[in-house]
């Protein structure tokens, strides 16, 4: 209850301080314009932030009733399905990339390449809302997604309002596969299911950044978790067909795949070269013969393979490459006015190199097809994807732990992954604007994660709470 207060004040503060359209006739037919603007807007903030608390809050104190095994899989799953709701029919928070996804889909709608062109020819309701960044960038979404969008879209008839409504709760249905697939995942890999579903599922950076923002990472990671627990299932075609469709989605899906081929290896006869044959014929079948389908059935081509390179533009220091590139840049310009983009450039192709390295070694250790070694490989190799590509995001860290949930995790671990979800969470600003350059902002950030995930272990790190025999003294 207490997270779906916190949850609730979130989408009440956000029709004012999140990333609300441009004109917005729910604001001004109720005479609520006031709070998008002066102390409306901080009374709307300050709203947004209590329950952005309260539900950090009911996300550590449940994770340390499932730590302790006093709640289960169950009592996750009501808590995860009460913090959504309100989250359903908020305003877009955190991030303005939805009505990227619905302008792609009028594109579509309208006879246009969204793969070929950007929002701007549209000058419609849509492709005013999206931000000034992509609004000539052609679509780097796989063509199941386009698809949805311009299903939305004709559904909607083009309303922004109900068009972000329907787009989150399509895209909502990759959380209700990835709760029903990490129970599964947890039995193959070894670890608890309520503490996969705590980690991943409950996770205020997955439910406000995915939810509430209304990102298809959500359907693509919902979709690569159902794919990834069909095969250790034994489904093995069956789980390559589903990779497809998340593929289809968005293309980060594809780095779990050859992982996937060599479990599938392992469990057929005959020497070691010739079971891979077997494995990989039938799952490369599987895999792009699903993205063919949707390519066909989507009337689209391949442009949005070229069009994952436009988010380099943004610049931050959570890809590490950009990070140390811009930082040298910095430091040049100190002694010397020369070109910085060169300085990006060179790290960025650094990182790439690195990033290669990294999914090779890993893959190819993963041989011997052993469940938990390469599923845990996989997730290295995906959260080396997050860190080392040009262009990170504070929700792309849900990639990874979608895939390693399952595994079996120490405290130290745990810890670590509720201090990271919880900064990880505040950096962006409710807007959609980031936080990562305002060092005094990002210093308290850190320290309300910190205690966050000190508060996980150590119910009372203040030691604030009355002691034995003090109310008889």
């Not at 787009?167 to 309520?194: D, E, F, K, N, Y």
């Not at 890993?362 to 994807?385: C, F, K, P, S």
């Amino acid at each position: 209850m207490l997270g779906l207060l916190g949850a609730t004040l979130i989408a009440l503060g956000g029709t004012g301080a999140g990333a609300v359209p441009e004109h917005d006739p729910l604001l001004a037919q109720a005479g609520l314009s006031w709070l998008r603007y002066g102390h409306g807007r901080d009374l709307a903030g300050m709203t947004l932030y209590l329950g952005l608390g309260l539900v950090v809050w009911a996300w550590i104190r449940l994770g340390r009733l499932v730590r302790r095994g006093e709640s289960g899989d169950f009592a996750v799953l009501v808590a995860v399905a009460l913090w959504t709701l309100p989250l359903l029919f908020a305003p877009p928070l955190f991030s303005k990339d939805v009505y990227s996804y619905l302008a792609q889909g009028q594109l579509a709608l309208s006879g246009f390449d969204p793969y070929e062109v950007g929002p701007a020819v549209l000058q419609s309701a849509l492709s005013e809302n999206v931000s000034g960044v992509w609004q000539n960038a052609p679509a780097p979404y796989g063509p199941l997604f386009i698809l949805l969008a311009k299903a939305v879209v004709w559904l909607t008839g083009g309303s922004v309002v109900l068009g972000v409504v329907a787009m989150r709760l399509s895209i909502a249905g990759g959380l209700v596969l990835l709760c029903r697939a990490l129970p599964g995942l947890s039995r193959h890999l070894g670890g608890r299911s309520a503490i996969a579903l705590w980690l991943v599922a409950a996770n205020p950076l997955l439910l406000i950044h995915l939810v509430g923002g209304a990102h298809n990472d959500l359907m693509m990671i919902g979709l690569m978790a159902a794919g990834v627990l069909l095969v250790l299932d034994r489904r093995h075609g069956l789980g390559f067909v589903v990779l497809g469709l998340a593929f289809s989605v968005k293309a980060t899906a594809v780095v779990i795949v050859p992982f996937l081929v060599w479990i599938w290896a392992a469990r057929l006869e005959g020497g070691k070269l010739a079971r891979f044959r077997k494995a990989l014929l039938p799952s490369a079948a599987a895999f792009l013969g699903t993205f063919a389908a949707c390519t066909m059935v989507a009337g689209v081509g391949l442009g949005w393979i070229p069009a994952l390179s436009n988010s380099s533009v943004i610049i931050n220091w959570l890809s590490v490459p950009s990070g140390i590139g811009a930082f040298v840049r910095m430091v040049v310009s100190w002694f010397a006015d020369v070109d910085g983009g060169i300085f990006v450039s060179i790290a960025r192709m650094l990182g790439f190199v690195v990033l290669i390295w990294v999914a090779w070694t890993q893959w190819w250790a993963a041989r011997d097809g052993d469940v938990r070694d390469t599923i845990q490989r996989g997730a290295v190799t995906m959260l080396a994807v997050v860190l080392l590509s040009p262009t990170t995001l504070p929700w792309y860290f849900s990639w990874p732990l979608a895939l390693a949930a399952g595994l079996l995790w120490t405290t130290r671990a745990v810890v670590a992954v509720a201090l990271a979800s919880v900064f990880l969470l505040l950096v962006t600003f409710p807007n959609g604007d980031t936080g990562l350059y305002f060092w005094s902002y990002l210093s308290f950030a850190l320290g309300v994660s910190a205690l966050a995930a000190w508060s996980l272990v150590e119910p009372d790190p203040f030691g604030l709470s009355p002691r034995p025999g003090w109310a008889a003294g």
